[in-house]
């Protein structure tokens, strides 16, 4: 079978979680003999497009304008004409190269006209992987207005995108829920849990330790976005709260847009407890986690929906117990506890996190035996080979009879073009 890909980040130059889940996806598929075909933009690209490999994977990448870690509104036009130049770049190549199916990741909501005229050109059925509701969350966070012109504006693209899938995965129980009660858009749908691939790696070596001075230190590690979503001040409280605690170090790598408030506070409360890193290729951010001690994320309290960050994934991975702090109602708590993989608590409950955070710092048996109950929970649920037979699964119900006959024959196409 021919599998077609689309996401707003890709391998190898993302650091994004979504980026290596859709990649370890797609290798997954190749694994089982399908063919892959990722349809993905690269802002600054030389030339109007580009096709290279991956892992036996197939990476059609396209010029696009910046779309991360931008102006909110500059992003909104970048992400806007991403179907347009997706289609405008590749028409040919996708009339030569039909596919049986169509699997994309939002964010971002733009991907829905693409969607639509591939579907209509090859025949071909669509899973869309949802991994969160914008403009939702902007909404319950005060970014936006629930009924201003611009939410009006993303409701409508929100629509498309889902208005062009046959089937729509879903990260949680409860988002489930809440999708089912308060959408619109009458879909099959499926519970979608977040993925990797069990591939830890190990190190020899204390490099980042000593590069960063903290032998003999705990440190509690967060890798992601640095936005609003995350409410980083929440972690920073936290640091604020551990400075009499000699022993307890924060290390937190990534970009988005609260990167200046938390660089802000480090320097104002005088944070000696708290590094902050720039982003780093994946190889280098799973030795980075190899050599810590506990995984860290954050959830902005205000979200109404129950985002399952994608984090806690490398976390698990390479069998960290992790330290989570959600918005109320999150079911990701009982999953993480009942697991006995980690301690969570609400958002806002600050005592709380810090007594979550002092038995990890002070109890190494603690952190030992949470740390590989982390990494059964990715074996049990959170594997990429459950995702992946879940997708296809639901892709195999749909009636050969219902997809029409194609009439289109694969050609060749050049690698590359300016």
């Known amino acids: 079978m021919k599998i077609c890909l689309i996401i707003d980040d890709y391998l190898p130059?993302?650091?994004?979680?979504?980026?290596?889940?859709?990649?370890?996806?797609?290798?997954?598929?190749?694994?089982?003999?399908?063919?892959?075909?990722?349809?993905?933009?690269?802002?600054?690209?030389?030339?109007?497009?580009?096709?290279?490999?991956?892992?036996?994977?197939?990476?059609?990448?396209?010029?696009?304008?910046?779309?991360?870690?931008i102006s909110k509104a500059k992003r909104?036009?970048?992400?806007?004409?991403?179907s347009y130049r997706a289609w405008h770049v590749y028409k040919k190549y996708f009339q030569q190269h039909p596919h049986d199916q169509i699997i994309y990741y939002s964010p971002t909501i733009f991907w829905g006209h693409l969607v639509s005229r591939l579907k209509k050109l090859w025949g071909a059925s669509s899973y869309l992987v949802l991994r969160d509701f914008f403009p939702q969350w902007a909404i319950d966070s005060g970014m936006l207005g629930a009924k201003s012109p611009i939410t009006c504006y993303?409701?409508?693209?929100?629509?498309?995108?889902?208005?062009?899938?046959?089937?729509?995965?879903?990260?949680?129980?409860k988002n489930l829920a809440w999708?089912?009660?308060?959408?619109?858009?009458?879909?099959?749908?499926?519970?979608?849990?977040?993925?990797?691939?069990?591939?830890p790696i190990t190190v020899n070596s204390n490099c980042y330790r000593q590069k960063l001075g903290l032998q003999n230190k705990v440190v509690f590690f967060y890798g992601g976005n640095i936005g609003h979503a995350q409410d980083m001040m929440n972690i920073v409280r936290l640091a604020k709260a551990l400075r009499s605690e000699h022993s307890a170090h924060?290390?937190?790598?990534?970009?988005?847009?609260?990167?200046?408030?938390?660089?802000?506070?480090?320097?104002?409360?005088?944070?000696?407890?708290?590094?902050l890193l720039s982003p780093v290729e994946q190889n280098e951010f799973?030795?980075?986690?190899?050599?810590?001690?506990?995984?860290?994320?954050?959830?902005?309290?205000?979200?109404?929906?129950?985002?399952f960050p994608g984090k806690t994934l490398g976390y698990m991975v390479q069998g960290k117990p992790i330290l989570g702090s959600i918005n109320p109602k999150n079911d990701l708590q009982d999953i993480i506890e009942e697991a006995k993989a980690g301690l969570v608590t609400i958002n806002g409950d600050d005592a709380d996190l810090l007594n979550n955070a002092l038995k990890l710092l002070h109890n190494t048996g603690l952190r030992e035996k949470m740390g590989a109950n982390a990494k059964q929970l990715l074996l049990d649920v959170f594997?990429?080979?459950?995702?992946?037979?879940?997708?296809?699964?639901?892709?195999?119900?749909?009636?050969?009879?219902s997809i029409p006959d194609r009439r289109i024959r694969s050609a060749s196409f050049p690698a590359t073009s300016k």
């Open 76 to 82: 909104a036009v970048n992400e806007t004409l991403l």
């Open 179 to 199: 999708f089912s009660e308060n959408s619109k858009i009458k879909k099959p749908l499926d519970l979608l849990y977040n993925w990797a691939a069990n591939d």
């Open 250 to 275: 924060f290390v937190l790598v990534g970009a988005g847009d609260e990167v200046e408030l938390v660089r802000n506070s480090i320097r104002l409360h005088d944070l000696c407890n708290m590094t």
């Open 383 to 401: 594997s990429v080979q459950a995702a992946a037979s879940k997708i296809l699964a639901q892709m195999g119900r749909m009636s050969i009879s």
């Open 154 to 173: 993303f409701r409508l693209f929100e629509s498309l995108s889902y208005r062009a899938a046959d089937f729509i995965g879903i990260q949680s129980p």
């Open 13 to 69: 130059e993302s650091t994004k979680i979504g980026a290596k889940m859709m990649h370890e996806l797609a290798v997954e598929f190749v694994s089982r003999g399908h063919t892959v075909t990722v349809v993905t933009p690269t802002p600054g690209l030389r030339s109007r497009f580009e096709i290279l490999a991956l892992d036996g994977v197939v990476i059609c990448r396209f010029c696009s304008g910046e779309i991360k870690n």
């Open 286 to 307: 799973k030795k980075m986690l190899a050599e810590f001690d506990v995984g860290l994320f954050s959830l902005n309290r205000k979200h109404t929906t129950h985002n």
